[in-house]
C-alpha cells in the first residue's frame, strides 16, 4: 500500500519537470507551447509525444475497438495520456482545448526513459493510474443514473475543477456550457436546459453569467441522493 500524499507531490507537474530536467537533452525532447481554445489534435494508436498540462483546460476522448467513446476533462498539472502497455493505446482519441492551454510536449520515448531512471517506484505511472480510476468508476456510476441524475452527477464531478468560495459554494469551471454538459451527461441540450432551469428555481445553480456557480452543493446531492451511491472498490 502506498501513502497517497507522498504520490501526489512526487507526480506534481513541478516535480516531473524537474526530474525530466536532471538529462542534458532536456530541451531537445520538451517543448512547451500553446494550444489555443478551440484548437483540436487528432491520434491513432501511434503515440510520439505526451503532453503534461501546465496551465488551462482541456478535454480528452478515445475510442476503443467496439467504437464507444469516452471524455475526460483533464487540467493543469496531469497529464491527459500516458498508456501503461502498447494494448491500451486507443484506436482513436483526440485533445480538444476548452480554455487556452499552455503545455509541455514530451517526446515519448524520453519519457519514458527517463522514468526508468528517475521514478523506479512508478509513483508518476501509479498517480496516472489513480486517477482513470476514479474517472472510470464515475462513468460506470454515471451509466447507471437516469437522464435527470447524470446531469446532477455531472456537475458535482466538475467541483474538483472549479474555485471553491465557501464549503458549500463553487464556482464551476469557465468552460462550461450547456453543450459540455449535455455531452458529458449523455443527454440532449433541450432536456439539459430544462433540468438547469429547475435548478436555477431552487437556487442551487446560478448559470446567468460565466462561471456557473453551484451555490448550495449539499442541497444539490441531496437531489442525487449522493450518499446511496456505491464507493470505488
Not at 47 to 56: K, P
Not at 95 to 123: C, G, H
Not at 171 to 194: D, H, I
Request: proline share 4%; glycine share 4%.
Amino acid at each position: 500500500m502506498y501513502l497517497k500524499e507522498t504520490i501526489d507531490n512526487f507526480a506534481t507537474s513541478a516535480n516531473i519537470l524537474k526530474l525530466l530536467k536532471k538529462d542534458a537533452q532536456f530541451n531537445h525532447h520538451c517543448i512547451e507551447e500553446r494550444f489555443p481554445m478551440g484548437q483540436d489534435l487528432l491520434f491513432d494508436k501511434r503515440r510520439d509525444h505526451i503532453y503534461l498540462i501546465a496551465s488551462g483546460y482541456v478535454k480528452y476522448t478515445y475510442e476503443g475497438e467496439t467504437g464507444k467513446k469516452f471524455s475526460f476533462f483533464v487540467q493543469a498539472g496531469d497529464l491527459p495520456f500516458l498508456p501503461l502497455f502498447n494494448e491500451d493505446v486507443p484506436t482513436k482519441s483526440r485533445l480538444e482545448a476548452l480554455t487556452d492551454v499552455r503545455w509541455w510536449r514530451i517526446d515519448f520515448s524520453f519519457f519514458k526513459q527517463m522514468l526508468l531512471l528517475e521514478d523506479p517506484r512508478n509513483y508518476i505511472l501509479l498517480h496516472y493510474v489513480a486517477r482513470t480510476r476514479r474517472e472510470l468508476y464515475a462513468l460506470a456510476v454515471k451509466d447507471r443514473l437516469n437522464s435527470k441524475e447524470r446531469i446532477y452527477f455531472s456537475l458535482l464531478s466538475l467541483i474538483d475543477l472549479g474555485f471553491h468560495k465557501d464549503v458549500n459554494v463553487v464556482e464551476l469551471p469557465v468552460f462550461l456550457t450547456y453543450e459540455q454538459l449535455a455531452e458529458l451527461s449523455n443527454t440532449s441540450k433541450g432536456y439539459t436546459s430544462k433540468v438547469l432551469l429547475g435548478l436555477r428555481e431552487e437556487k442551487i445553480l446560478i448559470s446567468n453569467k460565466k462561471p456557473w456557480i453551484i451555490s448550495d452543493v449539499k442541497k444539490l446531492k441531496e437531489l442525487l441522493g449522493a450518499d446511496s451511491l456505491p464507493e470505488p472498490f
